[in-house]
């Protein structure tokens, strides 16, 4: 089983910054695309931006230019640079992988952290 752990939340005045993390732990063989998610209170989940194992990048239009996703291929780590925040950004943000393999002939779809509170208020 893998367990995705997240941090970095908190409260930022508008115009801040954040950096999450998210850490997988656990036995695996190889973790495929990572990447962020975000729900706002009374909206349904939404991408926030993926990355694949060799970095390529995906961002929804609303964070482009603000938002930088990167990741850790040893520490199995992804971690998502916030800037500019404002208090649309609000959300609980959830770590996400898209795909994460056992073995030749076992693996795992769509799994997801428990989330971190992002608050972006004056």
């Known amino acids: 089983q893998v367990q995705l752990v997240e941090s970095g939340g908190g409260l930022v005045q508008p115009g801040g910054s954040l950096t999450l993390s998210c850490t997988a732990s656990?036995?695996?063989?190889?973790?495929?695309?990572m990447g962020w998610y975000r729900q706002a209170p009374g909206k349904q989940r939404e991408l926030v931006a993926t990355?694949?194992?060799?970095?390529?990048?995906n961002y929804a239009d609303s964070v482009k230019g603000r938002f930088t996703i990167s990741r850790d291929n040893v520490q199995i780590t992804v971690y998502l640079q916030m800037n500019g925040l404002n208090p649309e950004d609000t959300a609980v943000y959830y770590c996400?992988?898209?795909?994460?393999?056992?073995?030749?002939?076992?693996?795992?779809?769509?799994?997801w952290g428990r989330g971190t509170q992002v608050t972006v208020s004056s």
């Open positions: 996400y992988v898209d795909r994460v393999s056992y073995s030749a002939y076992s693996s795992a779809n769509d799994l």
């Open positions: 656990g036995s695996f063989y190889r973790i495929y695309t």
């Open positions: 990355i694949t194992r060799s970095g390529s990048t």
